[in-house]
């Protein structure tokens, strides 16, 4: 004897509305898995290197340029190391001594009254290295933006060094009786100092020493003159 099959109909299954509620919180939570399970998990130290790669790209910028010269200007990241190394260049037809400028400008980058207040030391290495200074035609300081073949300049990982500044100061400096000598660490810690992170400083006031970031191939202002960082200068590293 045949029996009649009722199939169910929509609205029986929908009154049991406890069944409908469990199934879809059942397909949510298998969902939430298997995409918890495709998505990559990044190790510390890959997080670390993207946050490094996000500072990089917000903090650098690109001169422009009125010739060949294109250079990234940059402070430069200590993180745990204070021990820098740097080449030294010579560009354009160049009448001093590169190996005497080198010998000189390292004696100053490693005095105990200069940058190395704050840790820091500075070796030079046959190429490469962190930085780059430079003694230079003055005339090649009018291709480099921001640069003029009057001063002494820094633009990116180069510290540059005037050749007609090095062999005979400025007329402000002469003027207030600043040595030749002290002149050279002078301008060495200035666009060092640049390359470390400093911006211009003005005169503090009248017969005071001189800040090193001061602009002193120019005028003093009044200070006196001053090659070497003063304290607060080196706390601001």
């Not at 740097?86 to 105990?112: C, H, I, K, R």
């Not at 490469?128 to 300049?153: K, N, Q, R």
């Not at 402000?172 to 400093?198: I, K, P, Q």
């Amino acid at each position: 004897m045949s029996k009649n099959i009722r199939f169910p109909r929509v609205t029986d299954f929908f009154s049991n509305w406890w069944t409908v509620v469990f199934g879809l919180g059942y397909v949510l939570i298998v969902s939430a898995g298997a995409m918890i399970e495709q998505t990559p998990t990044l190790a510390i130290d890959e997080c670390k290197n993207i946050v490094a790669m996000c500072e990089e790209i917000n903090t650098e910028k690109t001169l422009g340029t009125k010739d060949k010269f294109n250079y990234a200007a940059s402070k430069p990241t200590f993180n745990n190391y204070s021990s820098f190394t740097y080449e030294v260049l010579e560009w354009g037809a160049v009448a001093t001594s590169s190996t005497q400028f080198a010998v000189l400008a390292n004696e100053t980058m490693n005095d105990p009254k200069g940058w190395v207040q704050a840790g820091f030391s500075f070796s030079q290495v046959p190429s490469g290295g962190d930085f780059s200074l430079v003694i230079t035609e003055a005339s090649i300081l009018d291709t480099i933006a921001g640069c003029s073949s009057v001063w002494s300049c820094r633009t990116g990982r180069y510290v540059i060094i005037n050749q007609d500044r090095w062999d005979g100061a400025t007329t402000a400096w002469n003027d207030a009786g600043g040595s030749l000598r002290d002149y050279r660490h002078m301008v060495v810690n200035h666009e060092l100092g640049h390359w470390l992170g400093h911006g211009h400083s003005q005169c503090s006031g009248a017969g005071n020493l001189a800040y090193v970031m001061q602009q002193q191939s120019i005028a003093l202002g009044g200070c006196k003159t001053n090659p070497w960082p003063l304290l607060l200068e080196i706390q601001q590293l």
